[in-house]
């Protein structure tokens, strides 16, 4: 077996290799990942502490490495979902996953004085990444691709999904807990004539998506969801959440399920869609946090069912979790083609950031290790059957 170790191959350096090395291998093996091996999802390894780092700190490690070019991988998402699949995730470096659920549950880390750091940090990185990255409508969260060929078609596919879980008519208004650039706004209100407001912690999100609704009946607002509302005087008939009940945290789930019960008419739906996990008490990964979503939180079933049952009926619970493997592949796709032109402005460490995170997540949902679901629920049980529209 030829290893590459910073720019070395040669069995007689493998004298070099300690235990940690070995067993890192024995380990990768029973995923069918080899340590220099020409397949795309085998690790190119080129630092001889690789496998010390990943074997103490688990996935911070292992993203970390990654990050200092430490190893290389063609197919990242493939050998995530390899890692996963044959659970070498829980036999390593779990010290670190546990101070990450302990510290999680000792402490609000989506405090409102916290909830706007990932807006900072995250979605105000650049309209122009996101822009290249996205596709024209800048929906960021998991497209629908039963019909769809391309990126654009699965997320106006997941847009018109969701207007129609949530029957929307003209005149209706909707409220988009965690809105992005406003592209659910756009689509309801272009498409089905609803008048909207949206949530954002994010100026960036917030400066772009009213520069894009100009002339439309969509109107954002810059704030944390705790402050919207809070004597329950605007009621909406609708109300959507896509892909930001993952920043709301468990120590959070009554009052967020308790601001939509307020805004919502007694006759209105609601609809969740949110990346979960599937068991609970758990944490976010730790790489994650620390470098994409500081202060993210998955909800399991059983948190979301718990948390909200005072406040709603659930009427459909919907798994698109294999449609976001293919959605993070599209935005990979794109991002590896917009490098180019955003090389000078990132840099080559953002580019190894960036690219794993992507890919990673692609192989935890390809490994069926994260869910994405679609839950629509309503204050009393809707009158007559609720029946998820086929599409």
């Known amino acids: 077996m030829a290893i590459e170790l910073n720019g070395v191959k040669s069995e007689t350096d493998l004298v070099r290799i300690d235990d940690d090395w070995r067993?890192?291998?024995?380990?990768?093996?029973?995923?069918?990942?080899?340590?220099?091996?020409?397949?795309?999802?085998?690790?190119?390894?080129?630092?001889?502490a690789t496998f010390d780092r990943i074997l103490a700190q688990g996935s911070l490690g292992l993203g970390e490495s990654y990050l200092d070019g430490w190893w290389d991988c063609d197919e990242v998402d493939e050998l995530i979902n390899r890692i996963l699949r044959s659970r070498l995730d829980e036999q390593v470096g779990r010290a670190g996953w546990l101070w990450a659920s302990l510290k999680a549950r000792l402490t609000?880390?989506?405090?409102?004085?916290r909830a706007w750091?990932?807006?900072?940090?995250?979605?105000?990185?650049?309209?122009?990444?996101?822009?290249?990255?996205?596709d024209p409508s800048m929906a960021y969260s998991c497209a629908y691709w039963p019909s769809a060929q391309t990126l654009a078609q699965a997320q106006e596919a997941k847009l018109e999904l969701i207007c129609q879980k949530l029957q929307m008519k003209p005149g209706m208004t909707l409220l988009?807990?965690?809105?992005?650039?406003?592209?659910?706004?756009?689509?309801?209100?272009?498409?089905?004539?609803?008048n909207c407001v949206g949530l954002t912690v994010s100026k960036e999100q917030a400066r772009l998506g009213n520069a894009k609704a100009q002339g439309w009946p969509v109107r954002f607002e810059l704030a944390d969801y705790r402050q919207?509302?809070?004597?329950?005087?605007?009621?909406?008939?609708?109300?959507?959440?896509?892909?930001?009940?993952?920043?709301?945290?468990h120590k959070n789930y009554r009052a967020y399920f308790e601001m939509a019960r307020r805004s919502l008419r007694d006759d209105g739906l609601f609809l969740l869609h949110t990346i979960g996990k599937n068991r609970a008490g758990g944490s976010i990964d730790p790489w994650i946090e620390k470098y994409i979503f500081p202060n993210g939180a998955l909800p399991s079933a059983s948190e979301?069912?718990?948390?909200?049952?005072?406040?709603?009926?659930?009427?459909?619970?919907?798994?698109?979790?294999?449609?976001?493997?293919?959605?993070?592949?599209?935005?990979?796709?794109?991002?590896?083609?917009?490098?180019p032109a955003l090389k000078d402005r990132y840099g080559e460490r953002f580019y190894r950031m960036w690219r794993y995170y992507l890919l990673c997540c692609a192989g935890t949902f390809r490994a069926r290790d994260n869910q994405l679901w679609q839950v629509v629920l309503s204050p009393s049980g809707q009158a007559g059957v609720y029946r998820r529209p086929l599409m």
Request: hydrophobic share 40%; charged share 20%.
């Open 108 to 113: 609000n880390l989506q405090s409102p004085q």
């Open 117 to 134: 750091q990932v807006g900072e940090m995250h979605y105000d990185l650049g309209n122009d990444l996101y822009e290249a990255m996205l």
């Open 228 to 249: 919207f509302n809070p004597e329950g005087h605007q009621r909406f008939d609708r109300i959507a959440s896509v892909g930001m009940f993952e920043h709301v945290g």
């Open 23 to 48: 067993r890192a291998c024995d380990l990768l093996a029973t995923a069918d990942i080899r340590v220099g091996g020409n397949r795309p999802w085998d690790m190119r390894v080129h630092h001889p």
């Open 304 to 339: 979301i069912a718990f948390c909200s049952e005072d406040h709603f009926v659930m009427e459909d619970w919907h798994n698109l979790g294999e449609d976001y493997d293919k959605t993070l592949m599209a935005w990979h796709a794109r991002f590896e083609a917009a490098w």
């Open 176 to 194: 988009d807990i965690g809105c992005g650039w406003g592209s659910l706004m756009l689509h309801a209100a272009r498409h089905h004539g609803v």
